[in-house]
């Protein structure tokens, strides 16, 4: 194992402690507060998404910011419009590996994002549009265009050693040559981004924010090895992971209750608290009409920490506008692959859809 990278000399409490005072008086209180409730079942004030990123990285060199599926979920990509903002962020982090890209495009998206250059909403669009989840995440919600836009932004203060590179970490896939769905490299969507990583960020001695949706990035072999299991099974490194917490339909468990005193926003940590303790079933989405991989397991076996955005009914959708899909020539690939994929009609992405994020439905346990 690379000892320099996961730092094993310094245990959990103490890694708390030591992120807490790079952060200051209000994040070690923070900290002491959550540490203190362990116990007690209090609700601590917790750090912030920017802060509990920024302590993570001091022992670090990969963490992973987890979006709830279904994805969309806009007040997840408010606070990460947040933390890229953060001037203190491109002194710590090289590159952003995220899942709404494929790569094929990866040198476009290092135009616009990394070199600043002039590029066309026509070439920049297939980048996000042409991954292996299309049709059924096309990623035309306006939050993923907006994040690629706002590293370009960050990007265009900084001079080219500090500038953050975005890496596309979806297969790459050229839509045009597929003709049936054993074309599509969906075996290869835990693989492909952890070579990426191993070969773009760790061999070179880099950092990386993992931008991915949340089951990608649990410490799990369990349905299939995810990415951060892939990239520790392969090199040794952990990954510090940060995932949404969405209390699901029903609230088996009582999650929502638990997490009602917190502030929107908050980042409670898994080590040696009660969220470290719950069964992990009764938190994460599985498959429906199928017994979750997660029940019986403590949750904070396989992730770090969660980030509480807020009660089901105060999230909100990111929907693309429906606009988009009465491009005709769009409209006949995606129901073209549609076809292939075997996803069925597509009709209500012409249809304007409500505000609310849609309730997620427990897994069996």
Wanted: glycine content about 10%; proline content about 9%; hydrophobic content about 40%.
């Amino acid at each position: 194992m690379d000892t320099r990278n996961n730092m094993p000399g310094l245990s959990r409490r103490g890694f708390l402690a030591a992120s807490a005072a790079g952060l200051g008086a209000a994040g070690l209180a923070a900290s002491g507060v959550a540490a203190a409730s362990a116990s007690t079942g209090d609700s601590p004030a917790g750090l912030d998404l920017t802060g509990a990123v920024l302590a993570a990285f001091r022992t670090h060199r990969l963490v992973g910011l987890g979006e709830a599926t279904p994805h969309q979920l806009q007040e997840h990509h408010d606070v990460l419009q947040t933390l890229l903002a953060d001037p203190r962020l491109p002194g710590v982090v090289n590159d952003i590996v995220v899942e709404f890209g494929s790569a094929l495009y990866q040198d476009t998206i290092d135009a616009f994002v990394l070199d600043g250059q002039p590029v066309a909403d026509a070439d920049l669009l297939p980048a996000w549009r042409n991954t292996t989840q299309s049709p059924g995440e096309t990623w035309d919600a306006p939050v993923y265009a907006q994040f690629f836009r706002r590293v370009r932004a960050v990007n265009w203060t900084l001079p080219p050693s500090k500038r953050i590179r975005v890496l596309l970490g979806d297969p790459p896939l050229d839509w045009s040559k597929v003709t049936s769905r054993s074309q599509i490299p969906l075996d290869q969507r835990d693989t492909y981004p952890a070579s990426v990583v191993e070969e773009h960020v760790l061999a070179k001695g880099r950092r990386a924010l993992l931008c991915y949706g949340g089951p990608h990035l649990l410490h799990t072999n369990d349905p299939a090895p995810s990415i951060v299991s892939l990239i520790e099974q392969q090199t040794g490194v952990r990954t510090y992971t940060i995932v949404d917490l969405v209390p699901l339909q029903g609230d088996r468990g009582g999650l929502a209750t638990k997490l009602a005193g917190y502030p929107r926003g908050t980042v409670i940590p898994a080590a040696r608290t009660w969220l470290g303790q719950i069964n992990a079933g009764d938190a994460l989405p599985g498959k429906s009409g199928r017994t979750s991989p997660y029940c019986g397991i403590p949750l904070g076996e396989i992730q770090d920490a969660g980030l509480y955005l807020g009660q089901p009914a105060q999230l909100t959708e990111s929907w693309p506008n429906p606009a988009i899909y009465l491009d005709p020539t769009y409209w006949a690939e995606l129901q073209r692959r549609s076809a292939i994929q075997g996803f069925g009609d597509l009709g209500t992405y012409r249809q304007e859809m409500p505000p609310g994020y849609p309730p997620i439905p427990a897994a069996a346990c």
